[in-house]
């Protein structure tokens, strides 16, 4: 049996292999064609969604784990696709490179992480996808194919967002620069204070995102800026205290009390925005991208134009309260430029996302249902990976190269190989 990190939706396969290349994958779906079986490659689980459950063939990407090749003179490197994030950033950090900008979770794999639209937040370096430069991939056919820019540019417009649906990823070729430190510097701020000075918080620098803690007018902001150094990292027992202690064992314990006790939510928020202090640092731009996050939870992140974030999250204030919801953890925002592929929620607009989150456990369907209803009238799009309950025939209509995408499906997967529910729900059978 198979799991998603959360425990939102599970899988019994028929069959699960686990390849080493590209040849053992062409194998594997030929085998599943012969056998009248669907193929879907996994990644970490971290999804919320159903993306990757399938009753038929899974595979299992843990032996596609290679950094295959870096060349910072021309800023590539090729990584297999099963490659966990975490390794990756430690494999290039050894060869002088590193991503420009990632999420802020490490542990999905590489593949995992960029089919399903995973992002971080910047002023002008946008998500994973944006930052993929060249794809192999098995067809439905069985064949091995490449794709880039220059390559089959209609194939590398829909795949590199295509969650599995235009081919089994193998490896991935990576945008990449010099390794590079980030000064970061966090600082509790009034929401209405950070949506006056949007425009000069996201202009003055290179990652700006925020946390709002519902029941409160307070947000903790982030500012990420690369810097020349010297590398000025927390205190070991500093970054304990805050990364580990504060926001995972005693965050943990918090969201269990509310869970038990609904009511209190609202007062135990009020006491949380008033403990949060500022703090700076400097260190290697992965270590401060990324954090660890072992309180588990339910998420749906939209994406909606940058233009309407400020209105989009007044309303989410509004309907928290007006709702009666009870909400114990905080809501985030983060910002990426406008990019060319033609599956990504920051497709041609700038974007602000906002996500909403529950601890694991306790009610969200009512939440949830309220914030999509905030999102979509926006025109917002659902982070694929994340809960939603949208179809094509709402996504369709947000996405300009939608219908672009699926005669290239149409083209990679006539028999629909790589089809699961989740794929004919957003896509269409």
């Not at 490197?77 to 490659?83: I, N, T």
């Not at 709002?212 to 903790?220: K, L, Q, S, V, Y």
């Not at 260190?283 to 996050?293: G, L, M």
């Not at 985030?332 to 529950?358: C, I, K, M, N, Q």
Request: with cysteine.
């Amino acid at each position: 049996m198979w799991r998603t990190w959360s425990g939102t939706h599970e899988a019994l396969p028929t069959t699960t292999a686990t390849p080493n290349g590209a040849a053992d994958v062409a194998g594997a779906v030929r085998s599943a064609a012969g056998r009248g079986l669907p193929v879907r490659m996994v990644g970490a689980g971290h999804s919320f969604t159903d993306a990757a459950v399938t009753d038929g063939v899974m595979l299992s990407p843990t032996a596609l784990n290679r950094l295959r090749a870096v060349d910072l003179e021309a800023g590539t490197g090729e990584a297999d696709a099963g490659m966990v994030l975490s390794d990756l950033n430690t494999a290039l950090a050894g060869h002088g490179a590193a991503l420009a900008n990632m999420g802020d979770i490490a542990v999905q794999t590489l593949a995992g992480a960029i089919q399903t639209g995973t992002h971080g937040t910047g002023r002008t370096t946008g998500g994973l996808a944006s930052q993929v430069v060249g794809m192999e991939l098995v067809r439905a056919d069985g064949e091995a194919v490449r794709c880039s820019a220059a390559d089959d540019p209609d194939l590398f417009g829909a795949a590199r967002v295509g969650l599995g649906a235009f081919g089994v990823v193998t490896a991935m070729t990576m945008a990449v620069r010099p390794s590079f430190l980030l000064h970061a510097r966090e600082e509790p701020m009034r929401v209405d204070e950070v949506l006056d000075r949007l425009p000069e918080l996201r202009a003055g620098n290179e990652h700006f995102e925020f946390f709002w803690f519902p029941h409160t007018g307070m947000a903790n902001t982030k500012r990420n800026n690369p810097v020349e150094g010297p590398a000025r990292p927390l205190a070991p027992f500093k970054a304990w205290l805050d990364d580990e202690f504060l926001s995972n064992t005693l965050f943990e314990r918090v969201n269990r009390a509310g869970r038990a006790l609904p009511s209190a939510i609202p007062a135990i928020n009020q006491v949380s925005a008033r403990a949060l202090s500022a703090r700076e640092y400097t260190d290697t731009s992965y270590k401060v991208f990324a954090s660890p996050r072992r309180v588990k939870f339910v998420e749906m992140e939209y994406a909606v134009p940058a233009q309407e974030l400020p209105g989009v999250l007044r309303e989410l204030r509004s309907l928290v309260d007006r709702g009666g919801h009870r909400i114990s953890f905080p809501v985030e925002v983060r910002f990426a430029p406008a990019d060319d592929v033609w599956l990504s929620t920051a497709y041609g607009r700038e974007t602000a996302y906002v996500a909403v989150h529950v601890y694991k456990g306790a009610p969200y369907q009512r939440y949830f249902a309220d914030a999509e209803a905030v999102f979509t009238a926006a025109e917002g799009r659902p982070h694929w990976g994340k809960m939603h309950t949208k179809d094509r025939s709402y996504l369709e209509r947000v996405y300009p190269r939608f219908g672009d995408a699926m005669e290239v499906r149409e083209r990679m997967d006539p028999e629909r190989r790589f089809a699961n529910a989740y794929t004919e729900r957003v896509f269409g059978p």
